[in-house]
């Protein structure tokens, strides 16, 4: 079972995460709750940090749309990691967390004019920009701010690749990024030299995400590596920065045979450098975007679990205290994920079962057709593993149900990050 690594254990018939017992955590916080391995964590940052320090002028973001709170950031910073941020609000809690704009690369395909003020305010002059709408608005705003904003521009290679057509952002068809056919991107990039107020640093690339396929990746280079040669027949410029983007895969379930980091960030970082040694032009500053990557292992969801429901000849639901609220994935994209009786472990998994959520939608489901203990009972505790991306940042107040609790567990000790949200939460915004 994938969850047997160094930071989710079974021991004595129960789930421990670093060293601490979920049957402490639920006591303590309560369910459903969100539960982050920091020692997970840290291990994926530290690994960011030492691969991409063997390359100059390097720099992984943080996607930190895969999971986002003050805590987080923290860490980002602490690690001297940069933040790919798609919104003000995003980038406000970089900045609180004390992140270096200068390592804050803003994103998205629709930025609002309240958002560029308040990133070109807040020094945040890396863009990631994505159509002409976005340079008009951006030349206008940075000329009155009498500020310089340094554009990488997304471009589209292309390609189809990602484990859902949900989540694919490569192909011809998209609504991210300049389209690469017909010179279109180059016409962008004509735009901002002719700008005073921008100014052209790179390129950026993104696939999808979940992506398996060692040879998506190559083929998105070699792409963008035709892309530098246009540019620099074209205006005779070398382009001085690659943004990669991201779309590293992890395993959800046994069956997943993710790539390893190494690899596929070797192969980018050899196209890349190859290409340029054979021109004689310097080697660009090079970024990727993992985000999955970093926190979805981490990741753990308890639940208590409430009614088991058998239909005869059918099937037998077993509902939980939380659902698409709090782990919307299976519903949107299919998604599928491993879990256990956490109070039961060790126990012999016999029962066929659905694990369902509370919400009022048939398609409320956590788990299709997984095998549990035969003696799970109402109480029992649930986990289900590899939540730590797109589960806390997904979800949602629907039927007015309170936010799940975050909890970060590291050496056999627990912290609340984020509390859970109250009944008078669910009204703060209310105007009587």
């Known amino acids: 079972m994938i969850i047997q690594t160094k930071y989710a254990q079974i021991k004595n018939n129960e789930l421990y995460i670093d060293d601490v017992r979920v049957s402490d955590l ?88 309240e958002e560029i003020n308040y990133a070109l305010n807040n020094n945040v002059y890396h863009f990631v920009a994505d159509n ?5 608005l951006l030349e206008r705003i940075a000329s009155k701010l009498n500020k310089k ?27 991210f990024g300049f389209p690469s056919s017909e010179g279109i991107y180059l016409k962008a990039i004509q735009q901002v030299l002719e700008s005073s107020s921008l100014v052209y640093e790179g390129l950026h690339a993104h696939i999808g995400s979940q992506v398996f396929d060692l040879n998506a990746y190559k083929e998105e280079m070699y792409k963008f590596m035709k892309f530098a040669d246009e540019i620099y027949q074209t205006f005779h410029i070398v382009t001085s920065k ?29 196209i890349i450098y190859s290409h340029y040694d054979q021109r004689g032009w310097t080697h660009p500053s090079v970024m990727i975007e993992p985000g999955r990557y970093v926190t979805g292992n981490a990741g753990i969801t308890l639940y208590t679990i409430g009614s088991i429901k058998e239909i005869p000849g059918m099937k037998t639901y077993v509902a939980v205290d939380g659902g698409m609220t709090d782990h919307i994935r299976t519903a949107l994209y299919n998604a599928k994920y491993e879990g256990i009786i956490a109070n039961k472990a060790s126990e012999k998994k016999n029962k066929i079962v659905t694990i369902a959520g509370k919400c009022c939608e048939s398609g409320d489901i956590l788990i299709r057709d997984i095998k549990i203990p035969d003696s799970v009972e109402s109480g029992d505790l649930f986990a289900i593993f590899s939540t730590g991306a797109y589960h806390y940042t997904m979800s949602s107040n629907y039927n007015q149900l309170p ?30």
């Open 149 to 175: 904003v340094f554009i990488t521009l997304r471009v589209v290679p292309e390609i189809k690749a990602g484990a859902n057509e949900k989540i694919q952002t490569g192909m011809k068809d998209t609504k």
């Open 242 to 270: 690659i943004n990669a983007g991201g779309g590293y895969g992890i395993a959800y379930t046994k069956k997943d045979k993710p790539l390893k980091f190494e690899v596929i960030t070797e192969a980018i970082m050899s």
């Open 403 to 432: 936010k799940p609790a975050i909890v970060f567990t590291y050496k056999g000790q627990s912290r609340l990050v984020v509390r859970r949200q109250t009944f008078d939460d669910l009204i703060a915004l209310d105007i009587e």
């Open 26 to 113: 639920v006591k303590q916080y309560g369910t459903p709750l969100y539960v982050m391995s920091e020692g997970h964590l840290r291990d994926k940052l530290e690994e960011l940090q030492d691969f991409m320090n063997q390359y100059e002028k390097s720099l992984p973001l943080f996607a930190s749309k895969s999971f986002s709170c003050l805590a987080m950031y923290k860490l980002i910073k602490e690690y001297n990691i940069g933040i790919d941020c798609v919104s003000a609000g995003e980038m406000s809690i970089a900045l609180k967390a004390g992140v270096d704009p200068d390592k804050i690369y803003f994103h998205g395909n629709n930025k609002l004019p």
């Open 132 to 136: 002409f709408y976005e340079l008009d």
